[in-house]
């Protein structure tokens, strides 16, 4: 449902309490505290069948006896009496309840399913349960057990963990940092964290959101709205359980890598989300996203009364990957009265420094353009006090801000109090106790910034000589499941990279010893030597019992090699079913690196590409990264740069570097066989050798499976992808005049072509589409256009076919779902020269075709009245027209998905 009934649940104006007893003490009771507390003043009705009153409020013995129906019911009962009142509460016309009670089960048998079956029926938002409450203090709204009503402020707070809420809301309420929200979910019956995220994305009080998780329940809901949220504004995940183990043996050393806590950093990345580790730098965190805005830039000025604190700030930056600025030549002449020592940055004031010291370094520092933010470290001494310093800095970033220097700046006080916090906080400069911690808060907004410009970064275009056998593929892996094979023979393996394009090792599967030694003979002849495998379902690590040997040069050799390995796993795995032997040349590549890649399973978020150093000590090293696919060659080149092993694949020595562009390929390839073959479960490369000459993939595993679970797909996409891939399923081809058409969705790689298109458009048609002139299509500008998060927007593009590059794009409509997945809005633009050849209509058809597809029952836009072209494109598909209110000149078109009209 998402955001439905969002209003009532977070500004009711009537709230019914049931269980809320005269108790002092009682959860009830406390809940109507907190509100009183809050100032609440809206109407609150305690609910209890054997009370008259509460705390002086009249008390009504069930929700049927309201006469008016209330927005909010807060459940404070046993758990087996909680699906009774949410159907009550449903049948009443209650907009949202929060089940505060805990232990109401598992399974849709027990009182959670029942709560959560009557909430669905009513259309009744459910929150919890095990939740704490809700709060949001602009209404006055404190409908929680916290122990105090949080401050108005602009984080929104959502956790699934109550008492991580109240640890959150306590330390900020001692900081004065305020919340626009505070929500906990608790179990998260109904109201999701990915609801939530919708919600708070486009709230206009909401400038940071803080989130507490520790799982995820529907991985394609919470991966798209918080890649929505994350575009819109920081986004900020504290996740708990990040070190719990995986509840199944892996059979790959791909499935042992993607451990749960890694696969949800990887999701947390892909998303664009901070991700802090712990409650200290969740409190770093809040500190800074309360008081400072996101800034471009990473590089800071240290400024401090003592050479050994600014050196320890400036090692804790390095350490974290930040960076020192260096400031101009004549800021350094403006700063040498009060500079201590030779040392630029960090500047030391000395430790005899005086308030107007600090005054008179930061003066010049906000205005030199060297760097991007400053920090300001104060430890008390006898001739500097904090609070005079705290004024010092304070007034000087003021004057500063007037006239126009709005640089960040971070303060560090040690022995900080009240007075000194309350200080600094007027002033909305984020203060920190240490200076472990005023790096972490200035990091937190830089990596915000890089995540920003990660996600608009166009990636690069795949070769366009990548086509893989898809077909064959498919056939591989459906014959290994008709003949009831879990893992590929070594021949599948081959076939299917082979049908992606992937090199491997050539391999003859022989049955036995003596079929080993005939395989055997003809690479020895050629002067190769040989590599000897073990082939069995049963041992999916070969080296643990012994399953290889290199380099045997002879039939004997080869043949008692492979005796000793039955004889081997004869006593190591007595159970182990034989299928026979791979035998292969030995490879020989010197200057190869060993490296890992493959795909393993995730329970939660479905495919992961693994990357990583390989060989045989894989796990015990456990360098590896993680991605969630579909992948582009710049996500598989920043995936391979999160490895300790990427330091290796540079040139070094008399080694030169390896082909990392053929490494990421080999990544974006696997991705591309995940999203086209669902029942590939794992696949295992390692190792896979690169070097100066490519990639060959020397051993590799693959499992397959059958798929089962319900089949979740929307459209022709992999069931369990959490990120929704490029719908190729959706390119048509058409005339238009005598025009040959390709029509396809767009892609990220598509924006040179976007920018193109733009330059030739007539500006009256760009101030038609855009409704203002726009001159400056920028980077930013086209990204947004061209980065697509397929499970909630799409864009069509029209290119001619055979057609000069600059000259292809012919015109684009684009729709984007709402938060509820029921409505979508829509915007055309077509090339200025190409109207009237029917290609705005069989765009603008497409795109109704996709949101009937996607189950969007409604499409609307806007449209200036004056622009008399669209608006009889719109009347002949049967829209109908609407006066937007409040905006003269504008008209709002709508068409009931299904009721197209028009030929």
Not at 110 to 132: F, K, N, Q, T
Not at 634 to 661: C, F, K, M, Q, S
Not at 667 to 674: D, S
Request: hydrophobic letters at 45%.
């Amino acid at each position: 449902m998402s955001t439905y009934r969002f209003d009532a649940l977070l500004a009711p104006r009537r709230i019914a309490v049931v269980g809320a007893g005269d108790r002092p003490g009682s959860v009830g009771r406390a809940i109507i505290d907190g509100l009183r507390a809050g100032g609440f003043s809206g109407e609150i009705v305690p609910v209890h069948p054997r009370e008259a009153s509460v705390d002086g409020l009249a008390c009504v013995s069930r929700i049927a006896d309201l006469p008016t129906p209330p927005d909010l019911v807060m459940i404070a009962t046993p758990p087996w009496a909680v699906p009774d009142i949410v159907e009550e509460a449903g049948r009443a016309g209650a907009a949202a309840a929060v089940v505060l009670s805990a232990h109401l089960g598992h399974g849709e048998a027990a009182p959670l399913g029942a709560a959560r079956a009557s909430a669905r029926r009513h259309g009744l938002r459910l929150i919890g349960p095990d939740s704490v409450g809700l709060s949001v203090p602009a209404h006055h709204l404190n409908a929680t057990l916290l122990a105090r009503p949080p401050a108005p402020g602009d984080l929104a707070l959502i956790s699934q963990s109550g008492t991580v809420a109240s640890a959150i809301a306590e330390w900020a309420g001692r900081r004065g940092v305020g919340f626009s929200a505070v929500m906990t979910l608790g179990r998260s019956a109904d109201v999701d964290v990915a609801d939530c995220l919708d919600h708070f994305a486009e709230d206009y009080r909401t400038r940071a959101i803080i989130l507490s998780l520790h799982h995820v329940a529907d991985a394609r809901k919470f991966l798209s709205a918080a890649r929505a949220a994350a575009r819109a504004k920081p986004v900020v995940v504290l996740r708990t359980g990040r070190h719990d183990g995986l509840d199944h043996a892996p059979k790959t050393h791909t499935g042992a890598l993607a451990r749960p806590g890694a696969v949800y950093e990887a999701a947390f990345r892909r998303a664009g989300i901070l991700t802090v580790d712990g409650l200290d730098a969740m409190f770093s965190a809040v500190e800074t996203l309360g008081r400072q805005r996101p800034f471009p830039g990473q590089r800071l000025m240290i400024v401090s009364n003592g050479r050994g604190i600014g050196a320890l700030a400036a090692d804790g930056l390095a350490d974290r990957g930040g960076a020192l600025c260096a400031p101009s030549d004549e800021t350094l002449a403006a700063l040498e009265p009060v500079r201590h020592g030779g040392q630029a940055n960090p500047l030391d004031l000395g430790i005899d420094a005086v308030p107007r010291d600090f005054a008179r370094a930061l003066e010049p520092l906000l205005a030199d353009r060297g760097s991007d933010a400053l920090l300001a470290i104060h430890v008390p001494t006898a001739r500097a006090g904090a609070r005079d310093v705290a004024k010092a800095v304070t007034d000087t970033v003021a004057m500063g801000r007037a006239a126009g220097r709005r640089k960040p700046v971070f303060a560090v006080s040690i022995g900080e109090d009240e007075e000194i916090r309350a200080i600094y906080g007027r002033a909305k400069i984020p203060l920190f106790a240490t200076d472990a911690d005023a790096v972490d808060g200035f990091l937190h907004l830089v990596r915000y910034r890089e995540a920003q410009d990660d996600l608009m970064r166009t990636p690069d275009s795949l070769p366009r000589d990548f086509s893989p056998d898809v077909a064959t593929a498919r056939a591989v892996v459906e014959q290994a499941l008709a003949e009831g094979r879990s893992w590929l023979d070594p021949n599948a393996v081959a076939a299917l990279l082979a049908a992606y394009r992937i090199e491997s090792v050539p391999s003859t599967l022989a049955p036995d010893p003596d079929g080993a030694a005939a395989a055997a003979w003809p690479l020895i002849a050629a002067g190769s030597t040989v590599a000897l495998k073990l082939v069995s379902p049963d041992v999916v690590h070969k080296s643990e019992v012994g399953g290889v040997r290199l380099g045997l040069t002879s039939e004997a050799d080869v043949r008692e090699a492979a005796a000793a390995m039955i004889a081997r796993v004869r006593v190591m795995r007595p159970d182990a079913r034989i299928a026979g032997f791979a035998v292969q040349p030995t490879v020989r590549r010197a200057q190869a690196r060993e490296l890992i890649a493959g795909l393993a399973e995730d329970p939660v978020f479905g495919p992961v590409v693994v990357f990583g150093r390989g060989g045989t000590a894989v796990e015990v090293i456990d360098d590896r990264a993680l991605a969630l696919p579909p992948l582009d060659l710049a996500l598989a080149g920043e995936l391979i740069g999160r490895t300790r092993v990427a330091r290796r694949l540079v040139a070094y020595r008399d080694v030169p570097a390896a082909d990392t562009d053929a490494i990421a390929l080999t990544l974006v390839k696997l991705a591309q066989l995940a999203a086209d073959l669902p029942a590939v479960r794992e696949l295992d490369i390692n190792p896979l050798l690169a070097d100066a000459d490519g990639v060959v993939a020397l051993d590799a595993r693959v499992r397959v499976e059958v798929e089962t679970g319900p089949d979740r797909r929307r459209g022709n996409w992999h069931p369990r992808f959490a990120i929704r891939p490029y719908p190729a399923e959706w390119e048509r081809r058409m005339m238009a005049g005598d025009r040959r058409i390709l029509v396809r969705p767009v892609r990220p790689e598509d924006e040179d072509m976007f920018r193109a298109f733009f330059e030739q458009v007539d500006p009256e048609d760009v101030r038609l589409r855009f409704f203002a002139p726009v001159r400056d299509f920028s980077h930013v500008f086209l990204a947004r256009l061209t980065q697509l998060d397929y499970s909630r927007a799409i864009a069509f593009v029209a290119t001619e076919e055979g057609a000069d590059e600059s000259r292809r794009m012919l015109g684009a409509v684009r729709l984007h779902a709402n938060a509820n997945h029921d409505t979508g809005e829509f915007a055309i633009l077509v090339r200025s020269d190409i109207k009237g050849t029917g290609l705005g209509i069989a765009l603008m058809r497409m795109m109704i075709d996709w949101a009937g597809a996607e189950g969007i029952a409604c499409v609307e836009g806007d449209v200036l009245s004056e622009n008399k072209a669209m608006r009889a494109v719109c009347q002949h598909l049967g829209f109908e027209e609407h006066p937007a209110p409040d905006e003269p000149g504008l008209i709002k078109v709508r068409l009931r998905v299904g009721e197209i009209s028009g030929s």
